[in-house]
Every structure is written in C-alpha cells, then in structure tokens.
C-alpha cells in the first residue's frame, strides 16, 4: 500500500487499499476498487487530492505507522461534534472527547512515529476537523520524544484536539485563539493549561503571532509543540508539501518562530519519507521507500532496477536526492 496524489492515479495498475468516504462518513469507493476516470472528477470536486493504493511497486509495504482509518474517522467525529456543540453555546461532549485523546495517546505509543492521513484524502468539510486530529498526532508524537508523562500528554492533545475550537464561534481569524481559551476555560473538568494551547498556538518566539505577541518564554511549551505541528499539518495537507520538505522548512525557523529544543523533537520525531514514497537516490539508482526502522529519515529503499532492498541509515554514503512524482494520468471527459 502507499499514498499517492489524486492524479497519479493510474486505472490500468493501481487499486484502492482504503475506502474513499464522503462528508458523511459513508463509503464513496471500497477497498479493492477501480476508479474510473469520470468518478475521478467527482473525487476532485468534492476535495479529494489523495489516495491509497495498491500497485506492483507497493507490494510488500504495510504502513504500520498509520492510524487505522476507522479511528482516525472516529476521532474527526468527535472534533465536528464538538465544534458543533460549541456553535449551539452548549456543553462539549467531554466524555467523548476524553476517550479520544486516551486513545490517540496509545496509538502514539504503540509506533516509533506516526504517518499522517492528510486531510484531503477525505471529503473538504471534514478537513477542518480532520486537520484538528492530525495536529493532535503529531502534538504527541512530538510529545512522546520529550519524555512527557501520561498527564501530560492527556493535557497536550485536549489543547491540540481543540485548538481551533473558537473557530466555531469566531469567522474572524485573530479572534479564534482567545475564543477557543474561553471555551475550554469554561469546562472545569478539562486543564488550564489545555486552554493555553488554544490560546497561544498562533503565537511565535519572536513576537509577531497573535492575538497577544507573546515572546520567548511568556509561551508555554505545549503551545510551542502544537503551534509546529499545527503549521506542518498545513503545509502536508493544505499546500501539499512533501514532508521532507516541510521539515526543512520547520527546520529554518528554529529560535525565530519556534525554540530550538522543540525543533529538534520535532524533526527527530516526524518521518521524511513515509513508505511508499518514490525516490532518486545520490548513486543513480531509484527505488521505494518500503518501511522505518532504527532511523526515521534513513529508510530502507528497494532499488528499481534489481528488486534489492537497502538499508540507507547503514549506507551513509548513499542520499535521497529527490522525491519522484509519476506522469499525471490524461483523463479523458
């Protein structure tokens, strides 16, 4: 199985290895399907930019670092409830929401690291909810790396998980922050420090976020890790960044935007080339990165022209050059 953008798509050698859902949640394309050129166009329309497929060069690669779809689903679920209730100016639905985090945080745990599900490989609407998930998983993983405790952890995914909460009171963008404070502040069960979060995640060490231009040390650590994650799910998902990419980028802002400790944790914590990725490496060769294991940016790659598979975090002399985008299909309407 791998991840390929939507027009990648090839309807000859490829198949789908996970559903395609709607706005609804309901099953579009099951596994093992084809999709055919003018259900492809219906895809684009409703936002859909990604897919999971199966094709010869995938054979073998698992994705073991990936969240099953069904509680990645479920989680989305619990987001749009929540935003919903907030909407009404009702009580969020703690109970769910609690139960979700519990479960992320063993997700996180049972992995060396987590592969995203970007937002667009599911309906539009659903992507402000989903974005919410996925900034939650890589707020954790993030977290796991500095050796936060259980409370911690809880703590970080309820601000993570909630982040943009104010957005459902709130169109205006410099508003939402304080807004989402308000909210969660407003439930006594949930941590202040989770408010925090909420209210700090668009703030930057150099003072030039929002709403309050925070410097420095007048941020707490939890805004800092889910501010990083909330940006690099922006520019997966979003901008349709490749991670390598982003991280490079992330990598740039140390000690202006963001501190450098937590920059590190981030990019010792996020892998550069999930498998099923397609590569160019220093020595000529191609080949598909077909899964993780001692070191999250040195995979092992199996070479195009021979079937072998190497290890690059052993052949330290051999690079990944490049990130191989196949031929766009012509579709034909």
Not at 98 to 120: D, F, G, H, Y
Not at 189 to 218: C, I, W
Not at 265 to 279: D, K, L, M, R
Request: net charge negative; charged share 25%; hydrophobic share 40%.
């Amino acid at each position: 199985m791998r991840l390929i953008t939507i027009n990648e798509y090839d309807e000859n050698t490829m198949e789908l290895a996970k559903p395609i859902y709607d706005s609804r949640k309901r099953v579009l394309l099951g596994t093992g399907a084809k999709v055919h050129p003018k259900y492809m166009e219906k895809l684009k329309e409703i936002g859909i930019k990604y897919l999971f497929v199966e094709d010869a060069k995938s054979k073998g690669i698992s994705l073991d670092e990936m969240i099953e779809m069904s509680t990645w689903l479920d989680t989305i679920a619990t987001v749009e409830r929540a935003f919903m209730s907030s909407a009404k100016k009702e009580a969020l639905p703690l109970v769910e929401i609690q139960k979700a985090i519990k479960k992320l945080v063993e997700e996180i745990k049972l992995r060396k690291a987590i592969i995203l599900i970007p937002t667009s490989a599911i309906d539009t609407t659903l992507s402000p909810f989903a974005h919410a998930v996925n900034v939650t998983l890589i707020s954790l993983q993030i977290g796991k790396h500095l050796g936060y405790t259980n409370h911690q952890l809880h703590d970080l995914g309820i601000g993570s998980l909630l982040h943009d909460i104010g957005k459902s009171q709130s169109t205006i963008r410099e508003e939402h922050p304080e807004k989402g404070f308000n909210i969660i502040r407003s439930h006594r069960e949930l941590s202040l420090m989770s408010a925090h979060v909420a209210y700090q995640h668009h703030e930057t060490m150099d003072g030039q976020g929002f709403p309050r231009k925070l410097k420095g040390n007048e941020m707490i650590e939890f805004a800092h890790v889910c501010s990083i994650a909330n940006y690099f799910e922006n520019l997966i998902s979003h901008e349709g960044m490749a991670p390598h990419e982003a991280i490079e980028k992330m990598m740039t802002l140390s000690d202006t935007v963001y501190p450098h400790g937590i920059v590190l944790a981030f990019s010792q914590s996020i892998i550069a080339y999930p498998p099923g990725t397609h590569v160019k490496l220093s020595n000529n060769e191609s080949g598909i990165v077909t899964r993780i294991e001692s070191h999250l940016q040195r995979p092992f790659v199996r070479l195009d022209s021979s079937g072998e598979e190497i290890d690059l975090s052993e052949k330290v002399t051999i690079l990944i050059e490049e990130v191989i985008i196949e031929k766009k299909q012509q579709i034909n309407t």
